[in-house]
């Protein structure tokens, strides 16, 4: 019995300790790429704003079936991702579009959704800069909040191999 009561003990004691470090971890998270793309600032623009040129561009789409809602380009677009042998489906949906900034929603799974904020930077005669980011907000629950430590580097890759391809897609000579 007295063995019983060490290893709750224990326990109870392991899980407060986790918890107390995970308060200090934040509820939030953002991973931010960002790359400068010489072409036309339109170009640029259209390939995020509008969800039917995603394929071109967006890592791992190549063997992804895409099935675009009655709007594709600006405000409302919705797109279902479904990756081959039925491992997961995304959807992203446009919920706001700007001349400076395409806000999109990501949900995986129907899992909690993940915001993803494209931004636009253009001057005359300058590349445009384009920044991706991925705002994942938790819980308190500190396997969640653990998770979050991780986020640079589920993200980061994805993101950096899409801007890469949307960049050698959009590039203009010199």
């Known amino acids: 019995m007295r063995f019983i009561k060490f290893g709750l003990s224990s326990v109870i004691i392991l899980f407060l300790i986790i918890t107390a470090i995970s308060a200090l971890i934040p509820s939030s998270t953002t991973v931010t790429r960002t790359i400068d793309i010489n072409a036309p600032f339109d170009s640029v623009y259209n390939s995020i704003n509008n969800l039917a040129e995603w394929h071109r561009w967006m890592d791992n789409m190549d063997?992804?079936?895409?099935?675009?809602?009655?709007k594709a380009m600006g405000n409302g677009a919705k797109m279902i991702i479904e990756y081959p042998n039925n491992t997961h489906k995304t959807s992203i949906e446009i919920?706001?579009?700007?001349?400076?900034?395409?806000?999109?929603?990501?949900?995986?799974?129907d899992s909690k959704p993940l915001t993803g904020d494209f931004y636009f930077m253009s001057k005359p005669g300058v590349p445009v800069t384009l920044q991706w980011q991925f705002v994942q907000k938790v819980k308190w629950y500190p396997w969640q909040?653990?998770?979050?430590?991780?986020s640079d580097k589920a993200f980061g890759p994805f993101m950096e191999r899409s801007?890469?391809?949307l960049k050698q897609q959009l590039q203009q000579p010199g």
């Open 95 to 109: 919920v706001e579009s700007t001349s400076t900034n395409v806000k999109t929603v990501w949900r995986v799974n």
């Open 145 to 150: 909040k653990f998770s979050l430590i991780f």
């Open 63 to 70: 063997s992804a079936k895409c099935n675009i809602a009655d």
């Open 163 to 165: 801007l890469d391809s």
